[in-house]
C-alpha cells in the first residue's frame, strides 16, 4: 500500500464470528494495523456478533488483548484507545431475526455517533454453511439495500462451496439477495504484497513481458507446502482434504496472476476477466488423464520442521481409515496461444519438510553448442523464483564464468527481498483487502464465474478419486518432500520438482 493512500469513506464494519479464531488472530490486529497506520477513516465504528456470552466491555478487553499479541511493531496507545471507543458487541444466534433487529438499531446509533454515513462492510468470519443464512437474513432486515448513496458490502472466506454443484448454489443463493458488485470472496494469498507484486514485476519491467511464452519458458512450479500437521482441524480437515482447500482458490489464483494476458488496465473487472480466460484455458482432465497427471498422497508419522508428527490417521478427529489426501502434484496445461505446450506443475501438502510458498520459472536453454570444445557439459538453469512465504521476495538464477583461465561455468544468483529494502509494508495480509473492500476496489477478490471455473478444473479429479477409493492413496513420511509418485509425474517428463529437503531434486534458491 502507498505512503500517502488515503483513508476511505466513513462506515461500520460488522464482524458476524467476532469471538473466532480468523477474527482474533488476523482481522482484528489488521484493523488496528490499518488504525495505526491512518487507512481507516475517523469516521468509523466496528462491531462483532458472536453467540459467546459477552458484553461491550468482555470483547473489547478481547480486541484489547489481540492487539497486545498479533499487531504489528510497538503498540500505541492512543491508537487502541481510539478503536475501543468505537467498539460494540452483540450476543445472538445467526439465524434469529432478533439479532438483525438489534444490529438495525446499533448501526442507526453508531451512524449518528460516528458519522459512519450508513456505510457497512459485513465480515462473514463464520463457518461455510451458515454464509448463506447470515445473508439472506441481512436481506430480510432490510441491513443490504443500498440507497441515498449508501453503500452495503459482504465479505466471505473460503471454502466457496466443495465441489461444482455446490459452489454454483452458493453463488445462486448469494446472488439472489446481493448484486455482484456487493460480494467481497476474499483470499488471503492475494493480500500478500509479493503475489500483488506479480502483476507489477511483469507488466511494469520491459525485461521481462517479451520473455513469458512458450518461445523462452519451459515450464512453471507453483508450490505451496506446510510442515505443520492438521493439528486441532481433523473434523473440518478429514471432509475437505488439500485439493478442494488449496487449489481452486490459492493455487489456481496464483496461475491465473502468472499466465494471465496483459488487462486493458488495472480496473476490477478488466483483470478478473484476464484472470477468468486462464481458468478457462485449463484443460479438463478426462478420468484416464487424472490418473496420469494428479498425484495425492497422505502424510505417515514422521518428523516436520523438529518436531515429531504423528499419521495422519491417528490425528484427532481423523477417521482412522481415512482416504483423505493432505498432498496433491498435478500437472495442468494451458490451451491458449501463449502458453500451449508449456506444463504447470502445481504441488501443495501438509507435513513437509519446508514451509515454503513460491512460484518458480524455468526459461529454456541457451544452446551449449558455443561450448563444445570446453569442458562444461551441462548450462547453470535460469530460473525466476517469486518467494511468497516465510520469505517474500524474487531472486533470479542465471550463470557465470568461474575466475580462472579455463571456461568453468556455475550458477550464482540476484536476490531481492522485500524487508531488506521495503520498511513499511503491513503483515498480515488482511490489511490491504480490508482496506480495498472498504473503499470499493474488488481487483483481488473472485468474481462467481472465477469461483465456478476453479472448480470446474478440480471436479474430474474429485470425481476420479471418489470412484478408486483408498487406491492411488501412498503414504509418504512427515518430514519428507512427498510422495514418490510427485517425484515419478515429472521425471516422466524429464524434469525434476525444485528440492523441498535439500535432498533429490533441483537445488534451492
Known amino acids: 500500500m502507498e505512503t500517502g493512500t488515503k483513508p476511505p469513506a466513513p462506515c461500520a464494519f460488522v464482524i458476524f464470528g467476532a469471538t473466532g479464531d480468523l477474527t482474533k488472530r488476523l482481522l482484528l490486529p489488521a484493523i488496528y494495523n490499518l488504525r495505526n497506520a491512518r487507512l481507516l477513516p475517523e469516521e468509523f465504528a466496528l462491531i462483532g456478533i458472536g453467540r459467546q456470552d459477552m458484553n461491550d466491555k468482555t470483547f473489547r478487553n478481547e480486541l484489547r488483548a489481540s492487539i497486545q499479541e498479533f499487531a504489528d511493531g510497538e503498540m500505541v496507545d492512543a491508537d487502541r484507545k481510539w478503536l475501543l471507543a468505537r467498539t460494540q458487541y452483540i450476543r445472538g444466534d445467526f439465524d434469529d431475526p432478533a439479532t438483525y433487529a438489534k444490529l438495525a438499531k446499533i448501526l442507526v446509533t453508531t451512524g449518528k455517533e460516528h458519522h459512519t454515513g450508513g456505510n457497512c462492510l459485513f465480515y462473514l468470519a463464520t463457518p461455510a454453511e451458515v454464509f448463506v443464512t447470515v445473508v439472506r437474513r441481512l436481506g430480510e432486515g432490510g441491513l443490504i439495500r443500498e440507497e441515498k448513496g449508501q453503500w452495503r458490502r459482504v465479505v466471505i472466506e473460503k471454502p466457496f462451496g ?47 513481458e517479451p520473455l513469458w511464452n512458450r518461445h523462452h519458458i519451459d515450464h512453471v512450479q507453483i508450490t505451496v507446502a506446510e510442515t505443520l500437521g492438521v493439528e486441532q482441524r481433523g473434523k473440518f480437515y478429514d471432509a475437505t482434504g488439500v485439493l478442494r482447500d488449496m487449489v481452486p482458490n490459492h493455487l489456481l489464483q496464483l496461475l491465473t496472476l502468472i499466465a494471465m494476458e496483459p488487462p486493458t488496465s488495472f480496473g476490477a473487472e478488466s483483470l478478473r476477466s484476464e484472470k477468468a480466460k486462464v481458468l478457462d484455458a485449463v484443460h479438463i482432465f478426462r478420468p484416464d488423464e487424472v490418473r496420469r497427471n494428479v498425484v495425492r498422497g497422505q502424510y505417515g508419522a514422521g518428523t516436520a520442521d523438529g518436531h515429531k508428527l504423528d499419521a495422519y490417521r491417528n490425528s484427532a478427529d481423523v477417521a482412522p481409515d481415512s482416504i483423505t489426501e493432505t498432498y496433491v502434484a498435478m500437472k495442468l496445461m494451458l490451451d491458449n496461444w501463449r502458453w500451449a505446450g508449456v506444463p504447470f506443475y ?112 478440480v471436479q474430474t479429479t474429485l470425481d476420479a478419486w471418489a470412484e478408486d477409493g483408498p487406491a492411488g492413496l501412498p503414504i509418504y513420511p512427515a518430514g519428507s518432500a512427498g510422495p514418490d509418485e510427485a517425484t515419478a509425474l515429472l521425471a516422466s517428463d524429464g524434469r525434476l520438482w525444485r528440492a523441498l529437503d535439500g535432498g533429490e531434486g533441483e537445488r534451492t534458491l
Not at 459452489?167 to 467481497?184: G, M, P, S, T
Not at 504441488?347 to 553448442?369: C, D, N, S, V
Not at 503483515?427 to 474488488?442: N, P, Q, R, V
Request: aromatic residues 10%.
Open 162 to 208: 466443495r465441489d461444482l454443484r455446490s459452489a454454483e448454489n452458493l453463488n445462486r443463493d448469494l446472488l439472489a439477495v446481493l448484486a455482484e458488485k456487493q460480494i467481497y470472496r476474499i483470499d488471503h494469498y492475494l493480500g500478500k504484497e509479493t503475489v500483488q507484486n506479480i502483476l507489477a514485476f511483469r507488466f511494469a519491467n520491459g525485461i521481462f
Open 346 to 457: 502445481l504441488r501443495t501438502g501438509k507435513a513437509l519438510a519446508k514451509r515454503r510458498t513460491e512460484i518458480a520459472i524455468r526459461f529454456k536453454q541457451a544452446p551449449l553448442a558455443l561450448f563444445r570444445n570446453t569442458p562444461i557439459e551441462r548450462l547453470t538453469p535460469n530460473d525466476l523464483v517469486i518467494q511468497i512465504q516465510p520469505e517474500e521476495g524474487v531472486t533470479l538464477r542465471f550463470g557465470a564464468k568461474i575466475p580462472g583461465p579455463i571456461m568453468r561455468l556455475d550458477g550464482v544468483e540476484m536476490k531481492f527481498n522485500y524487508k531488506d529494502y521495503f520498511k513499511t509494508a503491513l503483515k498480515t495480509g488482511y490489511e490491504t483487502l480490508i482496506y480495498d473492500c472498504m473503499a470499493g476496489d474488488s481487483t483481488l477478490f473472485q468474481r462467481a464465474d472465477n469461483i465456478e471455473a476453479g472448480w470446474r478444473i
